[in-house]
């Protein structure tokens, strides 16, 4: 399989990170969906905070999963390794094993306490732009980074489709939680396939009928498999956050670190 150097794209991974976050920020000032109800800068600079706390933790992991395939890779004993193809099919799969397994890890996030408690910092918030996309609970990453190792051992997925398929991640998991419009027919036949705003706004409602839904990154293909799909044209999306309980610390980041050590249950569980 030919390819661009893993190592290459690895760094160039933050570039595209700032590019896409700067490109969705104006976005949003021109094509807003909705106003934010906590005006101001406190709210995006906990969410900023967060990510920058959660970017750290990362750095201090001993591997990545790009280091992880490319040690899979040279032990060459994955149980059940792609057949030989060109890159651009190893990238579509790559990217459909880590949307499995991400959407895996974002149930599991939802129905089980500990994890939960990770991840309603990241449903805390009570407005949902691209600065959300960077609001996770330091540790909360831990998860989907574990449930990824398994289709790359597993399948032997090449380190520079592995690299490609989480720039690609990256990239949807800011763009999916911009405030930008997106009610014309254009993004309604995205939304078939694809995880637009508007289908994971639904995933943000105070709702936990709404919540426990929508899960998948990127694809819309896994929830609708699983049956938890919720069509956005269908979901009517009132509040979003946790309630009143959440909304109150939601802009207070020192509370959002303490928050996953305060007993809850998951929502709707």
Excluded: C
Aim: hydrophobic share 50%; glycine share 8%.
């Amino acid at each position: 399989m030919r390819g661009p150097d893993p190592d290459w794209l690895v760094t160039l991974a933050p570039w595209v990170m700032v590019l896409t976050f700067v490109v969705l920020a104006i976005a949003e000032t021109r094509f807003g969906a909705r106003a934010d109800p906590a005006a101001g800068l406190r709210r995006p600079a906990t969410n900023l905070l967060l990510g920058v706390l959660t970017l750290l933790v990362a750095a201090l992991l001993p591997v990545g999963l790009v280091g992880f395939a490319a040690a899979v890779a040279a032990d060459a004993k994955a149980p059940w390794p792609l057949p030989p193809m060109s890159f651009l099919p190893a990238v579509a799969a790559a990217l459909l094993l880590r949307t499995l397994a991400a959407y895996w890890a974002h149930r599991a996030s939802h129905r089980i306490g500990w994890l939960w408690r990770l991840h309603r910092v990241h449903h805390s918030d009570t407005a949902i732009d691209a600065t959300t996309g960077f609001r996770h609970h330091p540790l909360e990453q831990l998860v989907p980074f574990a449930f990824a190792l398994v289709p790359i051992w597993l399948f032997g997925l090449p380190p520079a489709a592995v690299a490609l398929a989480e720039i690609v991640l990256l990239v949807a998991g800011l763009a999916e939680h911009a405030n930008v419009r997106t009610d014309g027919g254009l993004w309604r036949y995205a939304a078939r396939l694809f995880v637009t705003p508007a289908v994971h706004l639904v995933h943000h409602s105070s709702r936990p009928v709404q919540t426990d839904s929508n899960f998948g990154p990127f694809l819309t293909l896994w929830d609708r498999l699983f049956g938890t799909w919720r069509a956005p044209d269908a979901e009517r999306v009132e509040t979003l956050g946790l309630g009143p309980a959440y909304d109150r610390d939601a802009d207070r980041w020192g509370r959002q670190l303490l928050s996953p050590f305060v007993r809850e249950a998951p929502p709707g569980g």
